[in-house]
């Protein structure tokens, strides 16, 4: 059945490094985001993709890269940068042609030490 | 600048009684409104949305009702049940090519048996 799928569930990194987390969809949607919770706080955006090979920055993007080399899959690099990256991280998707109801992924939590 | 409003961050009701989440949002160019519940260390998931060109929706027990002249919107539950407990985010779309969302910052519903 189709849906989004993120990995790792929790991911534990040491300070300094960078680190990938996963999101792929089989729903066929053109168009990918990534937000970021923190505690207290809405979802913010950090980047989204509405085609494959190409992708824009959201209101928080510093610290992270992004790419979209395929339709199904859009991964988050955390990379050094970011000054605070321990966060719930998720990622969603649409079809561009139906408007804005968002599908979320699970969620993968980050936590730098 | 929050452009999306919930001002109460945790809402307490009793099993069978009505729960009302409000929120409420700055830009006048926001076309579409959605409500995404969420549970702990999951992926939001969506409930209901409305139109900026419609006044209310309704979905089972679930009714969504929006007041642009007072930039607000509501999301009336009825009858809660203990499982509605989860955290309840409005969003906002600009609409557009970008489809972008506008996220609160979310009101923990706790509805006790």
């Known amino acids: 059945d189709g849906g989004i799928t993120q990995s790792p569930k929790y991911l534990f990194r040491k300070e300094g490094q960078n680190v990938t987390l996963s999101c792929e969809q089989n729903?066929?949607?053109?168009?990918m985001y990534w937000y970021r919770q923190d505690p207290g706080q809405g979802l913010r955006l950090i980047y989204y993709?509405?085609?494959?090979?190409?992708?824009q920055k959201g209101d928080i993007a510093e610290g992270y890269s992004v790419s979209r080399e395929k339709k199904e899959s859009f991964p988050l690099t955390v990379t050094s940068a970011q000054k605070n990256p321990t966060a719930f991280y998720l990622c969603?998707?649409?079809?561009?042609?139906?408007?804005?109801?968002?599908?979320f992924g699970p969620g993968t939590r980050l936590t730098v030490l | 600048d929050q452009q999306v409003k919930q001002n109460s961050p945790s809402l307490s009701v009793q099993e069978g009684r009505i729960s009302i989440l409000n929120c409420d949002y700055t830009?006048?160019?926001?076309?579409?409104f959605l409500w995404y519940k969420k549970y702990p260390a999951e992926g939001p998931t969506f409930l209901i949305s409305?139109?900026?060109?419609?006044d209310k929706n309704e979905d089972g027990r679930f009714t969504v009702f929006l007041n642009k002249s007072a930039k607000h919107l509501s999301l009336h539950i009825v009858p809660s049940q203990p499982g509605d407990s989860a955290v309840y985010f409005c969003?906002?779309?600009?609409?557009?090519?970008?489809?972008?969302?506008?996220f609160g910052t979310g009101t923990l519903l706790a509805v006790q048996p």
């Open positions: 969603a998707s649409t079809m561009r042609q139906f408007n804005n109801e968002q599908f």
């Open positions: 729903l066929n949607h053109d168009a």
């Open positions: 993709s509405q085609i494959v090979n190409d992708f």
């Open positions: 830009n006048s160019m926001f076309d579409y």
């Open positions: 409305i139109s900026s060109i419609k």
């Open positions: 969003a906002a779309s600009l609409g557009g090519a970008t489809n972008k969302l506008i």
